[in-house]
Structure formats: C-alpha cells, structure tokens
C-alpha cells in the first residue's frame, strides 16, 4: 500500500548515520534503495523511541541518537522539485507500508535515491532529540 501524502514518517538517526559532535547526517541516510521507516500513524512518535532502540540499534557500534520526521507528501514534494547541477532532475518517490514482526509501522522508500538528494532530505527533516531520561542502551534488542 502506497502511503497518503498526509502521513509522517520517522527515521532513526542512529550513531552511524549521525555525529553527535558535528550535528551531521550521512548522504547515505535516505540512499536505498528500500529505505526503512516507520509510520507515525501505526506507532506514535512518543512509542517509537523504545520500538527503534530494540529493533534499529546494534550496540555497541550503532546508538540510536534521534529520530527524524518527515510528511509524506513534503517527501515527494522534494523529490518532484529536485535539481542537479542546476538542472530539474525530478524523481518519483514512493512510499509504501512493509510491516515486519518486529514492527507493524515498518515502511519503505523503494527508490534509490542520489546522495544529493538524500542530502536535500536531510535538510528538511525535524529532528527529534532523545526524551529526558530515556536511554537506548538499556533497551533489549528484538531480532527484526
């Protein structure tokens, strides 16, 4: 199922994809194809912290440090207005619903998508720090 332009979507921003200390994120973030990402309107944003601790992150070497949201619709709307070098570049961008056992939100970016694209993604997501007092690590891992 394709997925309204209506509906948000998170990304874990984990500590290979993020650098704390620069406040940088990975061209590769949203590079795909498939890109995994987990619906907001299955599992609310204040569930998904502990959902993507156990199923995203591999410690000790992969710590989830945020979570990005992005709508749907702004998605595509980045996509459909891409430029490179200066020139329109559009590309089609679907999401669609993929849950898992692990989690019922699971969705996918099919596309594989240009590292400045990616990076124009990057620019336009929210991102959400971790809330006070949670700690990822303490969080048992679930096998996806």
Excluded at 13 to 21: A, G, N, R, V
Excluded at 25 to 37: M, W
Excluded at 57 to 75: A, D, M, S, T, Y
């Amino acid at each position: 199922m394709t997925l309204p332009d209506k509906e948000e979507i998170a990304r874990a921003l984990c500590s290979d994809k993020y650098d704390p200390t620069t406040g940088r994120l990975s061209t590769s973030l949203f590079k795909g194809p498939n890109t995994s990402v987990s619906r907001l309107a299955v599992i609310p944003l204040s569930d998904q912290w502990r959902k993507l601790a156990a199923t995203v992150q591999k410690l000790p070497g992969r710590r989830l440090e945020k979570i990005g949201v992005i709508g749907v619709g702004q998605l595509r709307d980045i996509g459909a207005k891409y430029q490179a070098n200066n020139k329109p570049a559009p590309v089609d961008i679907h999401v669609v619903a993929e849950p898992v056992a692990s989690n019922a939100a699971h969705a996918l970016i099919q596309e594989k998508l240009s590292d400045g694209l990616s990076n124009s993604i990057n620019r336009a997501l929210l991102q959400h720090p971790l809330p006070t007092g949670f700690d990822p690590e303490t969080v048992p891992r679930e096998i996806p």
